[in-house]
């Protein structure tokens, strides 16, 4: 859904110089630009996972199956 909102974000981008050069254009391209930021701040709170008091190895084994950080703070397998 984000990669959605990101292609919506750049396709427009190709039109709004022609809405600029228009009566209100700068409205109207805030306007857009504040809809595109609304939509991602809806996926990114709806979609983000719940870890809020979970360990980072809790959330490693859900992910992934088994701990993936190293007791050095280096990552394996990544």
Not at 26 to 39: N, Y
Request: cysteine-free.
């Amino acid at each position: 859904m984000f990669f959605a909102v990101r292609l919506a974000s750049g396709l427009i981008s190709l039109i709004f110089p022609v809405i600029l050069a228009g009566e209100n254009g700068l409205l109207i391209d805030g306007l857009i630009l504040i809809g595109f930021l609304l939509a991602s701040l809806v996926i990114g709170t709806v979609g983000a996972p719940r870890t809020q008091g979970r360990t980072l190895e809790e959330i490693e084994i859900e992910r992934y199956g088994e701990v993936v950080s190293n007791v050095d703070g280096g990552a394996r397998g990544l």
